[in-house]
Structure formats: C-alpha cells, structure tokens
C-alpha cells in the first residue's frame, strides 16, 4: 500500500496537484517575485543570485524551514534555484547547531 502523505507528515506539501499549483504561482506575477509566468528571479538572496528559475528548474524554498514549523503556503514560500536551495539549507543547519550549543550553554551556566 502506498504510504499515504497527508498535511501532518510533509509540512503540508501536498500532493502533485499541489506542488504543481504552488509552483504556477510563484511564476505569476502575482506571487509578487517578478515572475512573468514562464520565468521567475531566485528570490534566495537578489544579491548574490541572479539565476532565473523556470517551473521545471525551480526549487520551493520555505522561508521558515520545515524543522521549525514553517509550513507549504503562500506566506512561507519562494522561488529560489537549486544552488541557493542547498545553501541554504546548510546555512539553516549552521544556525540550527549554533542555537542548539547556545541552549547547551545557557542550560549549563
Ligand atoms: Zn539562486
């Protein structure tokens, strides 16, 4: 059987019909990213990305992580590439560890 994936175990992400949805979206210009439909601007970091990202090149990025809550809608999503996407993602695991020790820390003291 087909595990099944529902709003409580993927932060919300949704079936096909959805990812497809939500990557429609940030390509329009509504979605506020520049988009013009077919091509949108990585909205990781405008100043050191300039990469376009079309809706087969586009990664979702949750603006707040997964990990801490953030869910798959419209107010925690953009567009970013797959490079920004991965960095990141390294750089959210940084801040998670550092945030972590400083608790450590402060539990210690
Ligand atoms: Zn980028």
Redesign the pocket.
Same mark, same amino acid.
Do not use: E, K
């Given at each position: 059987m087909k595990k099944s994936t529902n709003a409580n175990g993927d932060g919300g992400r949704g079936n096909a019909r959805d990812r497809a949805a939500r990557r429609m979206w940030l390509l329009s210009p509504e979605a506020g990213f520049g988009g013009n439909g077919e091509k949108v601007q &990585?909205a =990781? =970091?405008m100043d050191? &990305?300039e990469?376009l990202?079309s809706y087969e090149t586009m990664n979702v990025d949750r603006i707040v992580p997964g990990c801490l809550g953030g869910r798959y809608v419209r107010t925690n999503i953009r567009p $970013?590439?797959? $490079? &920004?996407?991965n960095d990141l993602s390294h750089e959210q695991k940084r801040e998670l560890r550092a945030i972590r020790q400083d608790l450590r820390e402060l539990v210690a003291a």
């Open positions: &990585c =990781a =970091a050191r &990305c990469g990202v $970013t590439c797959f $490079t &920004c996407n």
